[in-house]
């Protein structure tokens, strides 16, 4: 860290954990350090004094940040305030005397920017759709009607008195499609029928149709069936709860009197559909990011994806595994994060830290589980640096591959014992991950996950994490960019400061990196492969036939592969580094065919001369007094036209055929011989 301008205000918390003033200079290089005791209460003079100094501040503490920006707010202060968590990180710790480096590690990358959210704006009017079977739907909807316009749907309702006075619609039907989100909801309802005003006893319902569509803001299921979406918890605008638990309901009535306005809802996903790899001509490529998707905010369209931001739950899995760039996460910028995780490492080592283990975790569940562990049991250890992310399953291999070429000795996600998201995608990432450092030397299993809520086991996981084999040389490149560059960049950065560099690393199935093997005896060179991918990795050239493949850029997609007539292509996952830096190479080349009439190159010599030698007097078209028609088959485009028109050639003019015999004929020709037709 080398901000001259900021200030660092740490504070021992009334002496409850301990300050170590060498190690944070030694890390925090350049920023003048002011240390206290009890800032938030008796030593707001102090905090007060530096925001009339200083124009970049980071304090210490994340309990009293409300108070803190409370006080910076009523001095109108204008400068850049950040706050790191060193107390439950480190501080509070049975290593707490070592967590010095941990501290300025914490600090400095506390100050590191991140750019601004996106978001999407949703926006409810309040018009809502209770879905349910009983009278708990009619109790809830008229609760709920005091605040939204609310109309009842029941599913195969059984006797159901009717209301006294009929000021909430209730309506017989069942949902049998269902899509879109706060806001913007289209229902289709399968017997849908409204009862009749004279029903006495019971409601009696009129003649049902299906078909029906239904359009409002707000969907309230509490029929305690399956659920009208996939991973209905993250969709916008659905509330959902078990009609017998009395508690759930309160908790549905108290959310979903507050879902009327615009909303602002984080992107959290960016989407160059340019550069996606779904499909070509009809023929599926890549389908990554669709199989991991929890919510169905992926579908295709066409050659690319799309992405509805409004439906998204931003679990990231799509953008951790797509593998050309085209999905890349936007809560931080996949390089911002990586930035702040540059700058943890490398301050944890030149404030004298050793052996650091990377703990990445989300702030719904990791921060609850690292606050407990501080407070009632032993804490982090002191060279565990957590490191928050939006969500876990945004990781990507950029992340793990940059944290060990930065110095990490090992890695450990933190996730729930029952996890929020599909895994899937992460697991495959620390696979790739760890495939890459057992290959490199940095040791096998670097990179792991921890699924836990008891933070004792969460100890004892870490606990168990053996140090690596720390490179000699960390690197310190600054990630710039997103997608398939950066992650280039990384990978190429863990090569370079490996302890035991090798030329080429076996990869998992389906890694984004590799290598294709063409059967070249069956290759024609009809090059439509090269059409196909959709990352240049294939090539031509425009002077003779040729097919030329740069293994660096290729994404594994299988596109070449599906969209191959000769079905000759096969793929290979790996990492050639020697080949990455070869750039381009040809796989097959050809002489082209030189026209007959003009002598322009066209087509390939060897596919010509096969075709012209299956069809030479073996066709009725080039046979007999039509032979001299072989020779448009050696004739580039514009002659062979010329050919055609000027030879007078009649592609329709075949041969007569004999006519076609029946039995009848057959029956007859035997009578007029004089034999018996049925002998």
Not at 422 to 446: C, K, M, Q, V
């Amino acid at each position: 860290m080398a901000d001259a301008a900021r200030m660092l205000m740490v504070c021992s918390c009334e002496d409850t954990m301990p300050l170590d003033g060498a190690a944070l200079a030694r890390g925090c290089k350049g920023g003048e350090i002011k240390t206290a005791r009890h800032l938030c209460r008796t030593q707001t003079e102090l905090f007060k004094t530096a925001l009339g100094e200083r124009a970049a501040i980071t304090v210490g503490c994340t309990q009293e940040a409300p108070l803190f920006e409370e006080i910076a707010a009523d001095l109108d202060y204008a400068g850049e305030l950040t706050f790191a968590n060193i107390r439950e990180s480190a501080g509070w710790s049975r290593e707490a005397a070592q967590a010095g480096p941990k501290m300025a590690a914490l600090l400095a990358a506390a100050a590191e920017p991140m750019p601004p959210a996106a978001f999407t704006t949703l926006t409810s009017k309040g018009v809502a759709l209770v879905y349910g079977r009983d009278e708990t739907a009619l109790s809830l909807g008229r609760r709920l009607a005091e605040h939204l316009d609310v109309t009842i749907l029941l599913t195969r309702p059984g006797e159901i008195t009717p209301p006294r006075i009929d000021d909430t619609p209730v309506l017989k039907g069942t949902i049998t499609a269902a899509t879109g989100w706060l806001g913007a909801f289209e229902l289709k309802v399968d017997d849908y029928a409204a009862p009749a005003p004279s029903s006495r006893a019971r409601l009696v319902f009129g003649e049902p149709r299906n078909g029906a569509i239904s359009h409002c803001d707000i969907v309230i299921d509490v029929t305690g069936g399956t659920p009208l979406f996939p991973a209905g918890d993250l969709r916008a605008g659905y509330l959902r709860a078990d009609p017998r638990d009395p508690a759930a309901i309160e908790k549905l009535i108290a959310e979903a009197g507050h879902l009327v306005g615009e909303f602002d809802k984080p992107t959290y996903v960016r989407l160059n559909e340019d550069l996606c790899a779904h499909a070509r001509s009809q023929k599926t490529g890549c389908t990554r990011c669709l199989e991991l998707c929890p919510t169905g905010a992926i579908t295709p369209a066409g050659d690319h994806v799309a992405i509805s931001a409004e439906i998204c739950a931003g679990c990231g899995a799509c953008a951790s595994v797509c593998p050309t760039g085209a999905v890349t996460y936007a809560l931080p910028p996949t390089d911002a994060l990586l930035r702040r995780l540059r700058t943890l490492l490398t301050t944890y080592a030149e404030a004298g830290g050793h052996d650091a283990v990377v703990l990445l975790h989300d702030g719904e569940h990791g921060e609850d589980l690292i606050d407990a562990l501080a407070r009632f049991g032993d804490g982090l250890p002191a060279r565990v640096l957590p490191l928050r992310v939006n969500e876990i399953t945004q990781l990507g291999l950029e992340s793990f591959a940059a944290a060990l070429a930065f110095g990490a000795s090992a890695i450990r996600v933190l996730g729930r014992a029952r996890p929020k998201h599909d895994l899937s995608g992460l697991t495959r990432n620390l696979d790739y991950a760890n495939a890459l450092a057992g290959a490199l030397g940095y040791g096998e299993a670097r990179a792991g996950l921890i699924e836990t809520d008891d933070p004792d086991q969460l100890a004892i996981a870490l606990s168990q994490v053996t140090p690596g084999i720390a490179s000699a040389r960390p690197a310190r490149f600054r990630p710039m960019g997103d997608g398939r560059p950066l992650l280039r960049q990384a990978i190429g950065e863990l090569h370079a400061a490996a302890p035991a560099p090798v030329a080429a690393v076996a990869m998992p199935a389906r890694a984004p990196f590799g290598t294709l093997h063409v059967e070249t005896e069956g290759c024609t060179l009809c090059l439509a492969c090269v059409s196909a991918c959709p990352v240049q990795a294939l090539g031509d050239d425009p002077e003779r036939p040729t097919l030329t493949f740069q293994e660096d850029l290729c994404v594994q997609c299988g596109l070449c592969q599906a969209t191959c007539p000769e079905k000759v292509i096969t793929l290979e996952p790996r990492i050639d580094f020697e080949a990455w830096k070869g750039g381009k190479r040809i796989v097959k080349q050809e002489e082209p065919f030189h026209c007959i009439s003009c002598a322009k190159p066209f087509g390939v010599r060897s596919t010509i001369e096969k075709i012209a030698a299956k069809l030479e007097n073996k066709h009725w078209m080039f046979a007999g007094d039509s032979a001299k028609r072989i020779s448009v088959i050696r004739m580039c485009e514009d002659c062979r036209v010329e050919a055609v028109v000027n030879e007078s050639f009649d592609p329709h003019l075949s041969p007569q055929r004999p006519p076609v015999r029946t039995t009848e004929d057959y029956l007859r020709e035997r009578k007029e011989r004089g034999e018996d037709p049925l002998q």
